[in-house]
């Protein structure tokens, strides 16, 4: 998003979400019980930890062979000079911090070398490795397996094998990352961010990218070179990474919520409140003269001056929560009350911070049990096939959720909102196999991307914004919805 194309700041309400279309329910009061269970994988656990390089013998992870088990640290680390069309990002995450970007962020922010200021580095190199090491650290094994101190000499025992995910979590500080919870949940630290990291609008407006999480698009992304292949089939995999992602994100993002809330109640002064990159950016970031302005007489809308609070994260999880139970067999849809009550509370102008501590901590509970019930099922291994037609019914649940209900218009013009039900049903179409099984999607989801899909930047320009997001774009949009709808229709 640059200036260039953020043409003004004008505060206008852009439509109501898919999700507040529903009939109104009442809050539950604050007094009700809260469910108690929780995932593991959420306290970080309290061990030291080593270096990437201990990872690398020949007869470990440093075997040399790109792409094959045993070569994990090649992979990891050979391929992000040599290659960029195909490299993991991680393993340069440190060297960033010196390029011309970072350093222009620096400047803006006041940071004199970003490659030793604690917030940067919380998110892009590796916690407890010595300051020497960060350069070939990056964000390292540990980062995403676990602080190894306890585990490294034991993880390839025949003994290891027999201890239970929870047990390798909790004893031993070892991230399970076969549960998908697992191991999403430690991604959304640093993608999402969390009480001890995060960036927010200075940093956005500094230059940083702004972080935009959805699991299964950054899987998949097409320059990420994984070191692990899946062991689950598709298309269990991604309806079932799909579901889990919008469960975990909307989780951090409303944990991240609460302690901005619980700040900015306390009197902290340098928490803004509320924190625009919370918020809608096409809520305030509009065209003044292009006609992005998405008003529409006939529409349901968030009252007017009133940016959405985390659409990205919130827009399209009524979809993975309504159809848990098709993607995780037994566990039961969560109910999402407290969040729909948050979601009201943050619906005002300038929403009262104490208020919203108390219930985004109790939606946090909420989803806390979802996830903790999503984690247990697949640890139990409660987790049979699912039918071809799984990806067919959420891109179709998707669709109608992207639409109104008469399906005459969009149920949110927002590019949050229409982006993260285009990532559900694209995550779907590559699930079921893409063209050579569901043809007749082929259409509208490349439709979609093109519509969704940011300006084509100018050489020297880094981050975009979807300018030009306008009546004409949004009825193309809604097309696409309704054709996908449409394709996806019975059977
Ligand atoms: C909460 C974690 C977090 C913090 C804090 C953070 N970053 Fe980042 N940064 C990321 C992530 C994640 C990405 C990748 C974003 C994406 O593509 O979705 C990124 C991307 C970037 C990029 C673009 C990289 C590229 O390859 O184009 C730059 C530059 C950058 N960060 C610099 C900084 C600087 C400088 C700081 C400190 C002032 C900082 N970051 C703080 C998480 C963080
Ligand atoms: C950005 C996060 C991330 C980083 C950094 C990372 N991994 Fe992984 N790794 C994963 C995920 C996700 C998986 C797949 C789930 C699992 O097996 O835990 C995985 C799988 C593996 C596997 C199992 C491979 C298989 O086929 O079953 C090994 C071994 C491994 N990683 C080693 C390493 C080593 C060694 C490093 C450091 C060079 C490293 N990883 C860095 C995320 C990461
Ligand atoms: C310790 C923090 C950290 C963790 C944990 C982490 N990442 Fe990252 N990730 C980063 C940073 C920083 C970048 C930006 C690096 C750059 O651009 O050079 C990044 C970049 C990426 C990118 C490239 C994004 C783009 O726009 O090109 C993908 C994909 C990605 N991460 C996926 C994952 C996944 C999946 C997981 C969990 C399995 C994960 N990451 C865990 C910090 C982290
Ligand atoms: C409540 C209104 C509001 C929201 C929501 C908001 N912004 Fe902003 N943004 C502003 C204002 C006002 C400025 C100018 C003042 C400043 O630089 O802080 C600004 C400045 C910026 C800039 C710097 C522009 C320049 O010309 O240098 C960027 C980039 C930016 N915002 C991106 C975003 C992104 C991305 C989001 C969503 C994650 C977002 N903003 C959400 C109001 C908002």
């Not at 676990?146 to 991230?175: I, Q, R």
């Not at 994100?249 to 619980?262: C, F, Q």
């Not at 300038?350 to 806390?368: M, N, Q």
Request: charged share 25%.
């Amino acid at each position: 998003m640059r200036s260039a194309l953020v043409v003004g700041v004008v505060m206008f309400g852009v439509a109501g979400s898919g999700l507040f279309k529903r009939a109104e329910v009442p809050p539950p009061p604050l007094d009700a019980p809260l469910p108690t269970a929780k995932p593991y994988g959420l306290a970080k656990p309290p061990f030291g930890t080593v270096s990437s390089t201990s990872c690398a013998a020949a007869s470990c992870h440093g075997g040399g062979k790109l792409d094959t088990p045993r070569s994990e640290y090649s992979t990891w680390a050979a391929t992000a000079f040599t290659n960029r069309k195909l490299y993991d990002p991680h393993s340069t995450a440190y060297r960033v911090l010196f390029n011309d970007d970072s350093v222009r962020i620096g400047k803006l922010l006041g940071i004199k070398e970003p490659h030793k200021e604690a917030l940067c580095l919380k998110c892009h190199s590796t916690e407890g490795v010595k300051p020497e090491e960060a350069m070939s650290e990056g964000v390292g094994c540990t980062a995403c397996h676990g602080p190894a101190d306890k585990w490294l000499d034991v993880h390839m025992l025949p003994e290891w094998k027999t201890l239970s995910n929870e047990t390798k979590y909790t004893d031993y500080g070892f991230v399970p990352g076969k549960n998908l919870v697992a191991r999403m949940t430690n991604c959304v630290t640093c993608h999402v961010g969390d009480a001890d990291r995060e960036v927010n609008h200075d940093l956005i407006a500094a230059g940083h990218p702004r972080l935009a999480f959805e699991y299964t698009r950054f899987q998949f992304n097409p320059t990420y070179r994984h070191h692990w292949d899946e062991v689950m089939p598709q298309p269990d995999f991604e309806v079932r990474a799909w579901t889990v992602g919008q469960a975990v994100t909307l989780r951090a993002a409303t944990d991240l919520l609460r302690v901005r809330a619980e700040r900015a109640a306390a009197g902290d002064t340098k928490t803004p409140w509320p924190e625009f990159s919370g918020l809608s950016c096409y809520a305030c970031h509009q065209s003044v003269t292009g006609g992005d302005v998405g008003r529409d007489a006939a529409h349901p809308r968030r009252p007017a001056g009133v940016p959405g609070w985390e659409l990205w994260s919130n827009a399209a999880a009524g979809v993975a929560a309504e159809l848990c139970p098709d993607a995780f067999p037994g566990v039961a849809p969560p109910g999402l009350r407290e969040l729909a009550a948050l979601r009201k509370l943050m619906q005002k102008r300038s929403p009262d911070p104490k208020a919203v501590a108390v219930r985004a901590k109790r939606a946090v509970a909420e989803l806390d049990a979802w996830l903790a019930a999503l984690q247990t099922a697949q640890d139990k291994g409660q987790m049979p096939p699912l039918a071809l037609a799984a990806p067919r019914r959420f891109a179709h649940a998707l669709a109608a959720n992207a639409l109104s209900a008469d399906r005459a218009m969009l149920a949110d013009y927002d590019w949050d909102a229409n982006s993260a039900h285009y990532l559900g049903a694209a995550a779907m179409y590559h699930a079921s196999g893409g063209r050579a099984n569901e043809p007749k999607w082929s259409g509208p989801i490349f439709g979609l991307a093109n519509e969704l899909d940011f300006p084509k930047r100018k050489s020297g320009e880094r981050f975009d914004s979807p300018a030009g997001f306008g009546d004409a774009k949004r009825a193309r949009v809604r097309d696409s919805f309704r054709e996908l709808f449409d394709a996806t229709s019975g059977r």
